[in-house]
């Protein structure tokens, strides 16, 4: 064929490098931000990106407008704006349980729109509990229809998920490679493709209302854990049975001098969960701390375990709560339940290597994986994203540490570190600076800097909570991903991929060859993640509508979608947010998910190419 372009030597490489990717991902050998590290490097031993080419993803549009996103919603949330949407849920649902679901679905999926779909979710999972505590539906009810319209909800605006930030950096790039005489393809605005994605949204509250919510879990799980409800929940969830006692130690007990992890490993020990010596009280001590004379012990367990515990250890258990009755007050401590998410610095270790107590000041009691609960010798257990941590903790401890994004807590529980009186103050600068990025002439990522400049000025947010409130492990991946886009448009790789597929389907109609790039992207996105499926399809796309005549904004768009399509797997972490809370199994993600997969990827065509 004239011009056919032929396999070079730096294509192979970059082919090779694509395979390496694929498994790095797909095999999880090292963590993946760790992936993305290594292939930065391969793409630099190897000459394929210029030395000061190399690190331009860490100065790109997408992730200072992916960061600026995720301090606008930590301002937000400590205003306490998710406690006005659970009110109006509720008075919207008239707790009716189909309304209720539509309603928390449109208001979550509404505001992904604005915000980043993991911070979505993870904002709107204590409402869900809340909920689903007030009006007693299950929570596995609640949270698929929430978390999957998150994703749809996303797809309205340019900053709604990783893959849409993504589009305009990459569509910008591609415009170097153009072949002579092609039209340069121009960044999207803000809510461009707000048709597009409402549309999608639309489809996905229909599916819910009409088909979905009768396809997900039909077990009883019960009500959302909230302060008031800890006994019964985590009696009828985890098997955690029994009531606190207070236990002081004799002057002839065998459990004087050994540590606190020594004395719950001893046969028939109950869970311990505070103490009070001479050094004072302290809710969830660390494993280490020794007990003396006189100690005082708050555990938790069946009366006929704690009084046989006693018994057998020389302590003398009191009749009522005196000296901790402080420390198990309902307004200060309790039982929470929190979930590990992608990209937590727990994913790999232990439970006795996090040292949770001494670090974090809470006690772990129990651990969900899918189907599994774990109860007994759980230190030993190395976690995974998605993991359901059970623990008690005091809630000051709690509302100190839950915005590190290591756990994501689900429970609904007293937070002292609420700004309701900056309300008003934190909506002002989200929308003024959505408003600029909207009408202005201002960059994306300069307009959302400045709603968090604005709100880190007028003390809605710290600047150590904003520190906090950024996903780092997601900046650095998407940062080291971006260069290894670019080299495969830059070296050709894409324009000889989409010419070999174009060539045996010439003659069949473009939109054949669009649905085949959706399902393509969707299939990335569950091995590479959305974010290396979107830098992968979206130059390949564009180099397939080259090759066949289309419209290479169409094709790109289709692409950035397709990598937004994955309600299947854990590789999206709005999935791992929500299954473990959700008592979600794989087979609960297939039976609701594999429908709407190809009706997304069917009406993402259709849309694009109604609309554009």
């Given amino acids: 064929m004239e011009g056919a372009l032929t396999l070079s030597f730096d294509m192979a490489l970059v082919l090779g490098i694509l395979a390496l990717t694929v498994v790095l991902f797909v095999r999880e050998w090292v963590p993946a931000d760790v992936a993305a590290l290594?292939?930065?490097?391969?793409?630099?031993?190897?000459?394929?990106?210029?030395?000061?080419?190399?690190?331009?993803?860490?100065?790109?549009?997408?992730?200072?407008?992916?960061?600026?996103?995720?301090?606008?919603?930590?301002?937000?949330?400590?205003?306490?704006?998710?406690?006005?949407?659970?009110?109006?849920?509720?008075?919207?649902?008239?707790?009716?349980?189909?309304?209720?679901?539509?309603?928390?679905?449109?208001?979550?999926?509404?505001?992904?729109?604005?915000?980043?779909?993991?911070?979505?979710?993870?904002?709107?999972?204590?409402?869900?509990?809340?909920?689903?505590?007030?009006?007693?539906?299950?929570?596995?009810?609640?949270?698929?229809?929430?978390?999957?319209?998150?994703?749809?909800?996303?797809?309205m605006s340019m900053v709604g998920s990783s893959p849409m930030i993504l589009l305009n950096d990459l569509l910008l790039a591609a415009n170097r490679n153009l072949p002579p005489g092609a039209e340069s393809l121009k960044a999207l605005g803000l809510f461009e493709i707000l048709p597009v994605g409402l549309g999608l949204f639309l489809l996905g509250l229909a599916y819910f209302h009409f088909y979905g919510r009768h396809r997900l879990p039909s077990d009883e799980q019960g009500p959302a854990v909230t302060p008031g409800t800890t006994e019964g929940y985590f009696e009828r969830v985890y098997g955690i049975r029994g009531r606190v006692a207070e236990l002081t130690v004799d002057a002839s007990s065998p459990l004087i001098g050994q540590s606190i992890q020594d004395a719950e490993a001893l046969p028939g020990s109950p869970l311990i969960l505070a103490v009070r010596d001479e050094q004072g009280l302290r809710v969830a001590p660390p494993g280490e701390q020794l007990i003396t004379s006189g100690t005082v012990l708050g555990v938790l367990g069946p009366d006929e375990t704690v009084g046989r515990y006693a018994a057998a250890y020389g302590l003398l258990?009191?009749?009522?709560?005196?000296?901790?009755?402080?420390?198990?007050?309902p307004a200060r401590s309790g039982i929470s339940e929190a979930v590990v998410p992608p990209g937590s610095r727990f994913v790999g270790k232990t439970i006795g290597e996090l040292r949770l107590r001494k670090r974090y000041g809470i006690s772990p009691m129990a651990l969900t994986r899918g189907e599994e609960i774990y109860r007994e010798d759980i230190r030993r257990i190395e976690l995974r994203a998605g993991d359901c941590l059970v623990f008690h903790s005091g809630w000051r401890e709690l509302a100190e540490h839950a915005h590190e994004k290591d756990f994501v807590v689900v429970t609904d529980y007293p937070k002292e570190e609420q700004r309701p009186q900056k309300l008003y103050m934190a909506v002002t600068f989200f929308a003024l600076a959505y408003l600029m990025a909207l009408v202005g002439h201002f960059p994306l990522p300069v307009a959302l800097l400045a709603g968090a400049a604005g709100m880190l000025m007028t003390g809605v947010i710290s600047m150590d909570e904003a520190y906090r409130a950024i996903s780092w492990k997601t900046i650095f991946s998407l940062a080291c991903l971006i260069p290894l886009g670019a080299v495969v448009d830059s070296t050709g790789t894409a324009a000889w991929v989409a010419q070999e597929v174009v060539a045996p389907i010439r003659d069949l109609p473009p939109w054949t060859l669009q649905i085949a790039v959706a399902l393509a992207s969707a299939?990335?996105?569950?091995?590479?993640?959305?974010?290396?499926?979107?830098?992968?399809?979206?130059?390949?796309?564009?180099?397939?509508?080259?090759?066949?005549?289309?419209?290479?904004?169409?094709?790109?768009?289709i692409a950035a979608l397709g990598a937004s399509n994955n309600f299947l797997t854990a590789s999206n972490p709005v999935n791992s947010l929500i299954s473990g809370t959700g008592g979600y199994r794989q087979r609960d993600f297939v039976r609701v998910g594999l429908p709407l997969t190809f009706l997304f990827?069917?009406?993402?065509?259709?849309?694009?190419?109604?609309?554009f």
């Fill in 523 to 557: 299939m990335a996105a569950m091995a590479i993640t959305q974010v290396g499926a979107a830098i992968l399809m979206v130059p390949l796309a564009i180099n397939l509508a080259l090759a066949s005549n289309a419209s290479p904004l169409e094709f790109a768009l």
């Fill in 38 to 155: 290594l292939i930065l490097i391969v793409l630099g031993l190897t000459g394929l990106v210029a030395p000061e080419r190399l690190f331009d993803g860490f100065a790109s549009n997408a992730v200072m407008s992916i960061l600026a996103v995720m301090v606008l919603g930590a301002g937000l949330d400590r205003t306490g704006v998710m406690e006005y949407a659970a009110s109006l849920i509720l008075r919207l649902s008239q707790g009716e349980e189909t309304r209720l679901i539509l309603a928390l679905a449109i208001i979550a999926g509404s505001t992904s729109a604005f915000m980043q779909n993991p911070a979505v979710v993870a904002l709107f999972l204590p409402v869900a509990s809340r909920i689903a505590a007030r009006t007693g539906y299950p929570l596995s009810h609640l949270l698929m229809p929430l978390g999957f319209c998150v994703i749809l909800g996303g797809t």
């Fill in 317 to 329: 258990q009191s009749v009522q709560m005196r000296q901790l009755e402080e420390a198990f007050n």
């Fill in 601 to 611: 990827a069917g009406a993402s065509v259709g849309m694009v190419n109604l609309v």
